[in-house]
């Protein structure tokens, strides 16, 4: 049990709730005991694509969490609340209702490398502490400006003309970019506030809605004991990566986490015995170093 199960993560289930589901789930399988994690958060209020690492993938799981995502998402006009979406209580109101043309007008300025403020209800560590948790306490949270590149931004379906008390977006979006605190922004230049109605995650990675599967879907391959027909290969998660063919004397090198001298490369690689991942490598000249090993052995005939 090594590769990706990746969920459509329903409506009002945290990141966690669904790493939970998916450990009962292998056990009722009779898959034992195994090393489950996610690859980037979701709001329990968002939907949509959640990739959950299973054995040897949660090596990767750190490399998935700074990946780039795309979102579908409406921000609706004239409340902003306190926890920028359907969640909070009402902070601020406005009568102004901007039209198609006036929202797609200030995307341009949303769109590249930006600075947003992120929402005080994140899981952020302030002095050691998570941001919500202060704010849900009463206390005053200062969220520091950070750097975050939106890659594009566009409406889709809405009519030209008339005012709308709300809007759809789709988003391709760098790590660490807030879609609560773009869609704060966005009613703001327009001249009013907002906050988030939807949020859908339709790409993680290399990880679409395509290969996303429901947890009902998930619990009835359980039943059956057929999770693994479900599952992505752990290399699902590296197909962006150039593979390095490596032969049985050099794979067991780097599984002893020594370093290889070949032919020069550059950047990184994943070095494969036939068809068993070996480790990520980082090549630099002719040295070839492990950034990180699988517990992987090779199949026998």
């Known amino acids: 049990m090594h590769g990706w199960i990746i969920l459509d993560k329903p409506h009002g289930l945290g990141s966690t709730q669904a790493v939970a589901a998916v450990k009962r789930a292998l056990r009722d399988s009779g898959a034992g005991k195994v090393k489950v994690g996610h690859g980037g958060t979701l709001d329990p209020l968002a939907t949509g694509v959640l990739p959950i690492a299973v054995g040897e993938a949660t090596k ?29 209580a009402v902070v601020a109101e406005s009568d102004r209702r901007p039209t198609l043309a006036e929202v797609e007008a200030v995307l341009a300025r ?35 400006t950070r750097a975050v590149t939106v890659y594009s931004l566009a409406t889709g379906g809405q009519t030209l003309g008339e005012t709308m008390d709300s809007v759809t977006l789709t988003a391709h979006v760098s790590k660490g970019t807030y879609i609560r605190s773009l869609a704060r922004d966005i009613a703001l230049a327009l001249g009013t506030v907002g906050h ?19 947890l009902d879907k998930l619990r009835d391959a359980a039943k059956e004991r057929a ?26 090198m780097l599984r002893q986490g020594k370093v290889l001298m070949g032919k020069p490369h550059i950047g990184l690689m994943l070095a494969m015995e036939g068809g068993t991942p ?24």
Not at 110 to 135: H, K, N
Not at 201 to 214: N, Q
Not at 283 to 299: T, W
């Open 278 to 301: 070996v480790a990520l490598v980082e090549a630099e000249g002719p040295e070839i170093r492990v950034v990180r090993g699988f517990n992987l052995m090779p199949k026998e005939d």
């Open 196 to 214: 988030v109605t939807m949020l859908r995650r339709t790409r993680a990675g290399p990880f679409t809605l395509e290969a996303a599967i429901s």
């Open 60 to 88: 990767l799981a750190g490399r998935m969490l700074d990946s780039d995502k795309i979102y579908d998402f409406t921000c609706r006009f004239g409340a902003q609340t306190d926890t920028l979406d359907l969640e909070g």
């Open 110 to 144: 949303f769109t590249g490398p930006i600075e947003q403020v992120p929402p005080a209800y994140s899981a952020i560590l302030i002095d050691g502490q998570r941001a919500y948790d202060l704010a849900r306490a009463g206390t005053a949270v200062e969220m520091k």
């Open 227 to 252: 999770i693994g027909e479900l599952m992505l290969p752990l290399t699902a998660g590296l197909d962006d990566i150039p593979a390095l063919p490596v032969s049985p004397d050099e794979a067991l």
